[in-house]
């Protein structure tokens, strides 16, 4: 099966041409250095970008992979949870497609598509699992027992884990996004320098809670410029380490739990957190007890593959949404319809 996926939930735009598991091509544009002077994203100015640079992928992707529209089995578009403006964007320019070329077009869970990004590097990937969804919008635990049941055991009270790094990464002064710029300091630092807290390490559930964690960095910075730090001196580095190997602790200890407690021995991850470095490092060491799914780098972040890989499954499927697809932008609406 041959199709064309569309992404545009939150701040890249991107096209890809996916067959069966293999991606033929898969184009990025990111908005990130548009948003970058505002901290974070804008809606409106991403709807925007989205809307000028959508239609140049999509002619840039055709000439690159000399595709006739009639080889395609179908179009897939994100339908949500993300930015309703930039969802309306990609899901106007496929219904477009889709009745200009009369194909089957259906419209996929940004989430799953995350999940699905492993498919496109280990196609021999098979449920059960457990999943440790991880990006800037929400951190979440799912148990896949197979293609159809998919629940959420665990989720985050309050920030994402992305979110998490990027609000820690502003307190030190770094860039945006945050989790590259952490992850870039940790690096240098001594993740022992500063004993953060591990919240709800120890509840029973598999639940996550970061904001007390980016409250304790903020004290700890205030501690320290009090006992005569400044700007300029501040241990960035120790306390990027410091503040990451918390965050990796707790969103470790809690999905290995999950799948011990379970009887699972398979964990695969999604989502921006997992492009993670020191995360892949601590993943090794455990590497004896389960079996960890990663997806490549450049299919972490926000890409279309993704979304072109998840839609196959659903076309396989006989699924077809037609024109009447809307946007979703909502979690908990898009998780109901389990697209
Ligand atoms: O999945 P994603 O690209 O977009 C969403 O759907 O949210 O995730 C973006 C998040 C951001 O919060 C970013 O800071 C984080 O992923 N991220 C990282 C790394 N690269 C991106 N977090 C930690 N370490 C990284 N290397
Ligand atoms: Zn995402």
Known sequence: MIVLGIETSCDETSVALVEDNSVIENLVYSQIPTHRKFGGVVPEIAAREHLKKLPILFSELVDRTNIRMEELDGIAVTKGPGLIGALLVGVSFAKGLALRYRKKLVGVNHIIGHVYANYLAYPELKPPYIVLMVSGGHTLIFNVLNSEDMKIIGRSVDDAAGEAFDKISRLLGLGYPGGPEIDYYARKGNPNAFPFTRPKIYDPDFDFSFS??????????????????TEETLPINDLAASAQEAILDVLL????????ENNVKSIVFAGGVAANSRLRQKIDELSKHFNFYLPPLEY??????MIARAGIERLRKGNDDGLSIEPSPNFFEMMMERT
């Open 212 to 229: 007390g964690l980016k409250t304790a960095v903020l004290y700890e910075i205030h501690r320290l410029k009090k006992v005569g730090y």
């Open 253 to 260: 200890h809690k999905v290995t739990k999950a799948a011990k």
């Open 300 to 305: 972490c972040s926000d890409n279309a593959a």
